[in-house]
């Protein structure tokens, strides 16, 4: 009887295992082919417009929540961000990429400090770009085509050759007629399918009046971005003192 269970089990998994590779066949997308041209620039210039980069380039202090427990609170000037998920807090200097690092009350150094920090600037790059990717179309080692997507629509292909953790991904916006962005298809290493698409809505003007999108509808789970604020002063984002003299 055992044996019997043991080998329908084994069909079973192998069932799945195979549907599973059979619907990244089908699922997976090729990445269109562009060739970086000025047109490019000016569509990328057109949704910087329209989320108000030259707004959120001077907004001085940020904070927002990301799903999975990760509070950010970032002061954009000075390159310093707070970083907390369950017992843990980290100061990081995003030029530098060192800090000081907490769990509870009790300050940690060396190996452990490190672990942390290292952690929090891998959260940070991730999670910074689910709040305000399109600022980055410019950013350096990118390049900017326009391309043509298997169903049709028009998209603005963004490849980063460097910076981040994961330099090689590949972006296509899609966007309204007025420059903003509704959606965007990824090709990156950390998705084994190419081409899924996520929403980009529910944009939010800060006080600075820079837009934010605190909504990515996926295949899968939706992110929701929390307790998005913005300001040029700590009392805009709720705080009473400058967090990173603690």
């Known amino acids: 009887m055992i044996k019997k269970i043991l080998k329908w089990l084994a069909i079973i998994i192998a069932v799945l295992i195979v549907g599973a590779i059979i619907f990244g ?17 000016v569509q990328a210039n057109k949704m910087l417009e329209a989320i108000n980069y030259a707004a959120w380039d001077t907004t001085t202090y940020v904070q927002w929540s990301f799903p999975g427990g990760h509070d950010y609170l970032w ?39 490190n672990d942390l920090v290292q952690k929090a600037w891998g959260f940070f790059c991730n999670d910074s770009f689910w709040l305000n990717a399109p600022a980055k179309v410019f950013d350096p080692g990118t390049n900017r085509s326009l391309v043509t997507l298997k169903d049709g629509r028009k998209g ?86 400058d967090p990173f003299l603690n």
């Open 156 to 241: 603005l292909m963004i490849k980063y050759e460097g910076g981040g953790v994961t330099p090689g991904d590949t972006y296509v916006w899609i966007m309204d007629e007025n420059g903003l962005p509704v959606a965007w298809k990824m090709w990156v290493k950390i998705i084994p399918i190419g081409g899924v698409e996520t929403s980009w809505e529910d944009w939010k003007a800060l006080t600075t009046g820079a837009k934010v999108a605190q909504t990515h509808v996926t295949a899968g789970p939706t992110l929701q971005l929390t307790n998005v604020k913005g300001g040029m002063d700590w009392a805009a984002i709720g705080e009473g003192a």
């Open 75 to 113: 002061d954009k000037k000075r390159n310093m961000v707070r970083v907390v998920w369950g017992d843990n807090k980290v100061l990081l200097n995003t030029k530098t990429v060192t800090g000081k690092a907490f769990q509870g009350n009790v300050q940690l150094d060396g190996t452990a400090a």
């Open 25 to 41: 066949v089908i699922a997976n997308e090729k990445m269109p082919e562009g060739t970086p041209s000025a047109e490019a620039d």
